[in-house]
């Protein structure tokens, strides 16, 4: 079967998002090793300190006057900026291929969703007719729930340990997105779970679920984002 410029276009994007991922794990890893090294000369910050101008000059001040143990650091740091430069750059050409998707370019109008976590739905998920009901998706992306035994032989509901953790963190950052903005469907479902009774916890996982549901539901029929669906389509959660 010869290959079409869309089935190009979409190898790409994935080959893009699988790069970034790679590059972002490289981000965080970098951003470990300074953390750790300074840790051990009595400088304790977190991720977000080398990212902040001012918060950075204030760590590297604290840091012993020794011109090796700083050079130590200052080539840390190089290693960290580059990453963050590598992403970003990635980032932008992902959203330059992403726009050329109808699909991704769909779920875009989704409360929460934004280019990249479209695309990373589209390339993780593959085809939607892979899961032959939404508690297989929510399953693989780690918003179901499994039966586990315990040490004490009795069986609990949990999350599932085994699942793709790039579309676990963007259906949870997309839930997060939305609640935040507030006047959208989504945020408020969340809120009428929490009046319901649910845990701010069991609500966020069930708005996870919802999103889930409607990006998965708009492929399967291809079709474009209907507020007055949202919901329809999802169980009822516990």
Not at 19 to 37: F, G
Not at 97 to 119: C, Q, T, Y
Not at 148 to 156: A, K
Not at 218 to 235: E, I, N, R, T, Y
Request: proline share 3%.
């Amino acid at each position: 079967m010869k290959s079409t410029s869309k089935d190009s276009d979409l190898r790409i994007v994935g080959s893009g998002i699988r790069t970034s991922y790679r590059k972002l794990d490289l981000w965080v890893s970098e951003a470990q090793k300074i953390i750790w090294r300074v840790r051990r000369l009595g400088v304790f910050i977190k991720q977000k300190d080398l990212i902040d101008d001012g918060l950075r000059k204030e760590m590297i001040a604290k840091l012993p006057s020794d011109e090796i143990v700083r050079k130590d650091v200052e080539l840390l740091l190089e290693g960290f900026d580059l990453a963050i430069k590598q992403v970003h750059e990635l980032r932008r050409r992902l959203i330059e291929l992403a726009k050329k998707e109808s699909m991704i370019e769909a779920f875009r109008e989704i409360p929460g969703v934004d280019w990249v976590r479209a695309a990373t739905f589209l390339v993780f998920i593959d085809t939607p007719f892979r899961f032959k009901s939404k508690e297989k998706l929510w399953k693989y992306m780690g918003i179901g729930l499994e039966r586990r035994q315990s040490g004490d032989g009795h069986e609990r509901l949990q999350t599932p340990r085994r699942c793709s953790r790039p579309l676990k963190n963007v259906i949870l950052g997309a839930a997060r997105s939305a609640l935040v903005s507030k006047e959208n469907i989504f945020a408020d479902q969340h809120q009428r779970w929490l009046n319901d009774g649910c845990s701010p916890w069991i609500a966020r996982r069930n708005l996870a679920r919802s999103l889930a549901t409607v990006m998965w539901g708009m492929w399967k029929s291809g079709s474009v984002f209907d507020p007055s669906q949202v919901g329809k389509s999802l169980a009822k959660a516990h």
